[in-house]
């Protein structure tokens, strides 16, 4: 697709164990590298997640805030949403028809 802006980032709400990997994602060296591998690969980072990151809890209000529960989560810019995996077609529908 062009022009459309993806915002990832690791989750630290849908459990224990996902707020651990998030924060060892964070806290890693290169968090981008980092969230790919693990993305990816399943590759969590071996870090102790005892880092100071702000963006962790900033992420789990912004999900609250937006009423996020799982993931995938797509927002448009008009504020209607898709919760769950979508086809490519119909994200592209979806972005055509908002004004």
Known sequence: ???????????????PESEKQAKAVMCAKNPADAWFETLLEG??????????????????ELARK???????????AD???IGGFAP?????????NIK
């Open 88 to 96: 490519m077609e119909v994200i592209e529908e979806r972005l055509k």
């Open 43 to 60: 590759k969590v980072p071996k870090n102790n997640g005892e880092c100071k990151d702000e963006y962790i809890e900033e992420n789990v």
């Open 1 to 15: 697709m062009d022009d459309v802006t993806i915002h990832i980032f690791p989750v630290a709400f849908l459990g």
């Open 79 to 81: 504020g209607s949403r």
């Open 66 to 76: 937006l009423n996020v529960r799982g993931t995938p989560a797509i927002i448009f």
